[in-house]
């Protein structure tokens, strides 16, 4: 295959991802969170005045003021086909950037970056809450992609020996943004550049090697670390957090969940990357791992890390695991990329690695579909529910009955069912949309029995 062909090939790849995710998004409506925030948003008189209602949220709730800010921009604008066009060039870029790290690649390797859409698309439990979710996916998938694309340039500009002012001033920013996103993320951030700036400091046993941009973008991501843990929300919703157990037991009770997530959610890939360090051992002997891929080895690291680095907070949602994720899967695509371009040159080998690729790629494509035609489903008995709400917000009835989802189209690419109204006109989701619609309670029926509409 010429390079010309190979790029042109691999464009397409990349547009393919980005029309496949686009289409999700615009599927996937606002609910949850969005309507909470849209309501608030809503209130801001002005486009700064999204600043003080986040230094607000700043003081009583949270510190991911980077990721909120985002948010609330997208909701200010009242466009969401906008945020659907970003949020799939956000997610592509993800798996940019993930290709970028893949030291053994061929140029224009089709076969790396496909392997890293299949891992993205299948392979993320957190898909439904951090990408196809408007909230989740500011939270999670945009500030993924600034730290991701923070760790990305530090590792090229390592790799150049980069000497300029230019690159002290940009990383320190950079990594203020890095370290300010979400908190156990962040701190595999901090890990990684601690990490680097320690494998510099080993080559000559002082800092000589160490760049003047590497101390600044440790000092921005440490200050934006600080900025995130020390906002007062944080320990406002600590301290009504409840635990079955204090102490140690505590600490205990959390390492077990932690690792039952890992095992529930992440063993496929955990296996995979396991199976390919063994396979880089066998060929490359004792150390090969390190002296190889110690790419790989990093990021495998981070990912534990990064889990377990949620031992401190005394509960934690699956989405928390997301930049974890991320770190896995690089770690992954870069063992893959050795073994299929560097350390196995045999046919078999070579045939055994582009079949998987091409395997799951069929997979995704019938997924793809199948799932797609659910989000459909669920995107039309949103928008009719809408309709229906607003139209009866306009008359005296404030009680309203309204259709739950057909249970039959749940699909882990939406969340729509844990952002579903229920029975219980007192539940928190039930009274948020109530009072976004302006009535005073509204009842979830079955859809099936259901004949207004």
């Not at 909470?36 to 600043?51: M, N, T």
């Not at 007062?232 to 997530?261: C, Q, S, V, W, Y």
């Amino acid at each position: 295959m010429s390079e010309n062909l190979r790029k042109r090939l691999f464009q397409l790849t990349v547009f393919a991802n980005f029309i496949m995710v686009f289409i999700y998004q615009y599927l996937t409506p606002n609910m949850s969170d969005d309507v909470i925030y849209y309501d608030k948003v809503a209130q801001a008189g002005s486009f700064f005045d999204l600043f003080a209602q986040e230094y607000e949220h700043y003081m009583a709730h949270t510190g991911r003021s980077i990721a909120h800010i985002i948010l609330r921009i997208f909701l200010y604008t009242d466009n969401k086909i906008l945020f659907d066009i970003v949020a799939a060039v956000v997610f592509v870029l993800i798996s940019v950037l993930i290709y970028l790290n893949v030291d053994h690649r061929k140029k224009y390797d089709i076969r790396i970056y496909a392997a890293i859409a299949v891992l993205l698309w299948l392979f993320d439990p957190t898909i439904a809450n951090s990408v196809f979710w408007e909230t989740g996916a500011c939270n999670y998938m945009f500030t993924g992609c600034i730290m991701l694309g923070f760790i990305t340039l530090f590792r090229k500009y390592a790799a150049e020996d980069k000497k300029s002012i230019g690159a002290v001033i940009g990383m320190f920013f950079f990594g203020l943004f890095a370290g300010w996103c979400n908190e156990n993320t962040s701190g595999g951030v901090i890990l990684f550049v601690l990490i680097m700036i320690f494998a510099r400091w080993r080559e000559s046993k002082n800092f000589s090697k160490v760049r003047p941009w590497m101390a600044s973008g440790l000092a921005g991501a440490l200050i934006g670390f600080m900025l995130l843990i020390m906002s007062p929300g944080n320990f406002n919703r600590a301290e009504i957090t409840d635990e079955a157990h204090t102490g140690l037991l505590a600490l205990m009770a959390r390492f077990l969940k932690i690792t039952l997530n890992i095992k529930n959610y992440y063993l496929v890939l955990v296996l995979v990357f396991i199976v390919i360090a063994i396979a880089i051992l066998y060929r490359g002997g004792k150390g090969a791992l390190l002296q190889k891929v110690p790419g790989m080895a990093l990021f495998g690291f981070l990912f534990l890390a990064t889990c377990y680095a949620l031992i401190a907070v005394p509960d934690s949602q699956l989405r928390t695991y997301y930049g974890a994720g991320l770190f896995l899967m690089t770690a992954i695509a870069m063992g893959i990329g050795w073994v299929a371009n560097e350390g196995f040159k045999e046919d078999l080998v070579q045939i055994i690695a582009t079949s998987v690729v091409t395997v799951f790629g069929i997979l995704l494509i019938f997924t793809y579909i199948e799932e797609g035609a659910n989000l459909a489903r669920i995107k039309r008995e949103f928008d009719e529910r809408d309709a229906y709400l607003t139209e009866m917000a306009k008359g005296e009835e404030k009680v309203i009955e309204a259709p739950m989802l057909r249970p039959e189209w749940e699909t882990r690419f939406s969340m729509a069912y844990d952002s579903d109204i229920t029975e219980d006109k007192f539940f928190w989701l039930n009274i948020s949309y109530a009072e976004h619609y302006g009535l005073w309670y509204i009842i979830g029926v079955d859809r099936e029995t259901w004949t207004a509409y």
